[in-house]
């Protein structure tokens, strides 16, 4: 049974960097034409993609993030991570990550909330 | 990229029928999937590829998808069915969001 699972800080000061990671167990997240990505949610607000990437090395960024924005991949530790520097206040949110097969989102993580404050 | 619509509530009867909408120009060339979020949980998807049903997911949750508008519809509506809804689709490029519907069950 595929589990997503978020780690990292839940407290970031403005103007650093939100660093997290989602581990996958279940399966390798090499196998299948999977893609794997970050949605999040602010306080009172819906959900936002962040962006995803595929194994093959391709990565898509939300576009208005897409200058502070990076998600990387380490395939022997089956995990990938976000990092989204110069954060303000309104990256304050739920981070979830999640398997994107094909044009939905089958298997989340039970997210992290991360706050951004002095 | 493009934009999701859906109203921001709407309220049932329990046993009545929820219709939750998802509009957006000629939508009904992408496919679109519907989550539903409780607070404090992780969404659930409950409707994929407009009108498929994951395993374990009720009958009562059907889709469509036609022209500009998906519509997520919950039939026979019940307490435990109140929550936030929100519709979503990919161009192969970005994936986008729907606002959200909160579906009260009054």
């Known amino acids: 049974h595929l589990q997503l699972q978020e780690s990292g800080p839940g407290l970031v000061k403005p103007s650093e960097t939100l660093s997290l990671t989602c581990t996958v167990s279940?399966?390798?997240?090499?196998?299948?034409?999977?893609?794997w990505g970050w949605v999040r949610q602010p306080p009172g607000k819906g959900l936002e993609w962040i962006g995803s990437?595929?194994?093959?090395?391709?990565?898509d960024y939300k576009a208005s993030l897409k200058s502070r924005l990076s998600i990387s991949v380490d395939t022997a530790m089956n995990q990938f991570s976000l990092r989204l520097t110069s954060v303000t206040a309104s990256d304050t949110a739920i981070y979830y990550c999640?398997?994107?097969?094909?044009?939905?989102?089958?298997?989340w993580g039970q997210g992290t909330l991360v706050t951004v404050s002095s | 990229s493009f934009d999701l619509s859906q109203p921001p509530s709407v309220s049932v009867s329990p046993g009545q029928t929820a219709i939750i909408s998802c509009s957006e120009d000629k939508l009904g060339e992408k496919f679109v999937s519907w989550y539903q979020l409780r607070p404090g949980q992780s969404p659930v998807l409950v409707i994929f590829q407009d009108f498929k049903r994951p395993s374990g997911i009720s009958e009562r949750f059907s889709g469509s998808n036609s022209g500009n508008t998906a519509t997520l519809t919950i039939s026979e509506t019940q307490a435990l069915d109140a929550a936030d809804y929100y519709c979503q689709a990919w161009d192969s490029i970005n994936v986008v969001f729907g606002g959200g519907t909160k579906l009260t069950v009054l």
């Open positions: 999640a398997r994107l097969w094909s044009s939905w989102f089958d298997y």
């Open positions: 279940g399966d390798s997240i090499t196998r299948g034409n999977y893609y």
């Open positions: 990437f595929y194994v093959s090395g391709r990565t």
